[in-house]
């Protein structure tokens, strides 16, 4: 090989290996930063829709103590819960339950690809449940948004803090960033809720 050819290989090897570590910075830079957890303030009653939900599909509710209560945030599963919450954002229609069901408040999995909000993070649990996470670690929240409405998001309990997946971004934010009122999640323990201390608890998370 000549010299010329020789410089040039070394040149576009040295090219390849910076552009590996540089993506791979980018990666782990997109984890988000250690945070403050949420305050649980004892048990809080559960929300209808979800009590009906738990009796259509108990193994969505189940609680396994053997499982972890924190989920590892490596850059591949940031990757897989980024990518998760992306399509399942981009790939359900918004419909309101009253439209849908002609209920106020039915808790589903949209198995026929519409739902509101707590039928987004539903299926988002249960696609990163199927892809290996810990479903103990995923917990459906209900918060007051930013019209003072009933909302349901998933928290997830994380080595880097509880991370909330939304249907009304794509982006995922650290709990206390969300600018919601967090009013109470599933208990880690057993099948029941815990209060998270916001005052006003709504009856339905009727929200698209």
């Known amino acids: 090989m000549s010299r010329t050819k020789s410089l040039l290989v070394g040149m576009l090897a040295a090219l390849a290996l910076f552009g590996a570590g540089a993506s791979q910075a980018q990666t782990l830079a997109a984890l988000p930063s250690p945070s403050q957890s949420a305050d649980v303030l004892g048990t809080a009653r559960p929300i209808v829709g979800w009590v009906s939900f738990c009796q259509r599909y108990p193994a969505e509710c189940a609680v396994d103590a053997n499982e972890p209560p924190r989920i590892a945030l490596t850059p591949a599963t940031w990757s897989l819960i980024v990518s998760v919450n992306r399509r399942v954002n981009t790939g359900l229609r918004a419909v309101t339950d009253m439209d ?13 690809g519409m739902g509101d909000c707590e039928d987004f993070q539903l299926l ?8 290996g996470l810990s479903r103990r670690a995923m917990r459906m929240t209900v918060v007051i948004d930013e019209k003072g409405e009933g909302h349901a998001v ?15 971004t794509s982006e995922i934010l650290p709990w206390y960033r969300t600018g919601y009122v967090f009013i109470k999640r599933e208990s880690q323990d057993s099948v029941a809720w815990v209060s998270l201390g916001g005052v006003t608890s709504p009856v339905t998370t009727a929200n698209r």
């Open 124 to 131: 988002k649990r249960k696609r990163l449940t199927d892809a």
């Open 100 to 112: 849908h069901w002609g209920e106020a408040d039915r808790w589903d999995l949209a198995e026929d």
């Open 154 to 168: 998933l928290t997830l309990l994380t080595d880097r803090g509880e991370l909330i997946l939304d249907n009304k």
